[in-house]
């Protein structure tokens, strides 16, 4: 490995040397093919911005298949230790393990490194096939809690000696008649972790001069949890940030300018109004589970999720995971033909992250060049009309020929 540096984290902020060494998993499936066009994408830029002055020095781990082929384990304690040392990381897509204790990688990894906050950008490139009639008025950035509600996993199965005496117990305190053939699960939402994943959500805002953070929930059934979130989250904005946001009612929707409004929504119906009236949100910050689906849901509307990037944060400790937020698409394994801009946009996201921006803006700058010329992987082609269809690979190179346009 050529000679690079840790990036260090002091009083709350990275710190980034000129060569940092950055941890990589390839992924499974499709993985290996993204991550070959990303590299190249993120190389290219930072090369084109500072020549030999700066340059990422790729660190290789393993997880997933290609790790349980190497040494039987599916994700390794050093994996787990190199984005703990190495503090910023990046990750092509998982498979996910059939049996056996682990349910999900990605849930694992979360839960090792306590990457508490899913952090999914959703924006729209021009020319880019979308099922809405204005995708140009999305721009929201989904802060997603990542480390509890029933996504953590407390799960009983039906009929099981676990289930039974939970069923029971619950029976005789609580006089809750469950049926006992039922299978239980537990949603664990806490006010320490959603002050933390609002605070995160609040500081990106404030960061990147955002309009609105908006707190999507079920709070009208489920009170104590979804409900509560809502609650704890307007006290964060008002006893943390009580200069820089108003609340919805404080304004009746009108923030004076300059503050950020804090509003939300119930579920339901952002599904609706993400869709029908997409511009009256920006930052979203949500639970686990409606984190989700909302991501997936948005990625549609701006091409799907091989166009949408993602990042797993924990700024307190200063460590982050950027990853596609697609699958492994096992049946474009080493076809070499799958979109790359979901790891491609994570990788910015990274460089952003680094404070390394000039990059990042870089590369951004050159997929739209790339989509304004109609220049698209399979996925995008079929759907439009007057394409050029490419190879991941090919993507990523016009990507580059585009930079050095851009340059
Ligand atoms: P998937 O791998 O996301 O693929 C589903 C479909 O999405 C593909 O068949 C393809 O659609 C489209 N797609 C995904 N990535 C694409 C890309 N880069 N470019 C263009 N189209 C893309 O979901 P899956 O088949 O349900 O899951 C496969 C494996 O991945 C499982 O083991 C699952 O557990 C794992 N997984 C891992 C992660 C992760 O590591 N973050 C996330 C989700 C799933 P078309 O067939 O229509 O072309």
């Given at each position: 490995m050529e000679q690079g540096e840790k990036i260090e984290f002091r009083d709350g902020a990275l710190v980034v040397p000129d060569f940092p060494i950055i941890p990589f998993i390839k992924g499974d499936g499709i993985g290996p093919d993204i991550w070959k066009a990303t590299r190249l994408v993120v190389e290219r830029a930072v090369s084109l911005l500072w020549g030999e002055r700066r340059k990422i020095v790729w660190k290789e781990v393993h997880a997933g298949q290609r790790a349980f082929e190497l040494t039987g384990q599916w994700l390794p304690p050093e994996t787990v230790e190199a984005f703990e040392t190495f503090r910023v990381g990046i990750k092509g897509p998982l498979t996910t393990p059939v049996g056996g204790g682990i349910r999900s990688l990605n849930v694992a990894l979360r839960q090792a490194l306590d990457l508490y906050a899913c952090v999914r950008p959703v924006r729209y490139f021009r020319g880019v096939p979308s099922p809405?009639?204005?995708?140009?008025r999305v721009d929201m950035v989904v802060f997603r809690e990542n480390t509890e509600d029933v996504y953590a996993g407390m799960e009983l199965k039906e009929g099981s000696p676990e289930a039974r005496s939970l069923i029971s117990f619950l029976q005789k305190e609580f006089g809750w008649e469950i049926p006992r053939d039922s299978g239980l699960g537990i949603k664990p939402i806490s006010r320490s972790r959603t002050v933390r994943l609002v605070k995160a959500a609040i500081d990106y805002a404030l960061s990147r001069g955002r309009r609105s953070i908006t707190l999507v929930h079920k709070g009208n059934i489920q009170k104590f949890t979804e409900g509560a979130f809502v609650r704890w989250g307007y006290e964060v904005a008002k006893e943390y940030y009580p200069e820089e946001t108003v609340s919805w009612a404080e304004c009746d929707g009108w923030p004076p300018s300059g503050k950020i409004l804090v509003k939300d929504t119930i579920a339901d119906i952002f599904f609706q109004q993400a869709l029908t009236r997409p511009e009256e949100f920006d930052i979203i910050a949500t639970m686990n589970l409606n984190g989700d689906y909302i991501s997936d849901a948005l990625a549609a509307q701006v091409g799907g999720v091989g166009m949408a990037p993602g990042a797993n944060i924990n700024y307190s400790r200063g460590v982050a995971i950027f990853e596609a937020t697609h699958g492994t698409a096992p049946k474009y394994a080493g076809m070499d033909k799958v979109n790359p801009t979901s790891l491609i946009l994570s990788g910015a996201m990274m460089l952003e992250h680094m404070g390394w921006n000039e990059a990042a803006q870089l590369i951004e700058k050159a997929l739209e060049e790339t989509f304004a010329q109609r220049i698209v992987t399979y996925d995008l082609a079929r759907l439009m009309d007057g394409a050029t269809e490419v190879r991941c690979s090919e993507f990523a190179q016009k990507v580059c020929a585009n930079m050095e346009g851009v340059f």
């Open positions: 809405v009639r204005y995708p140009e």
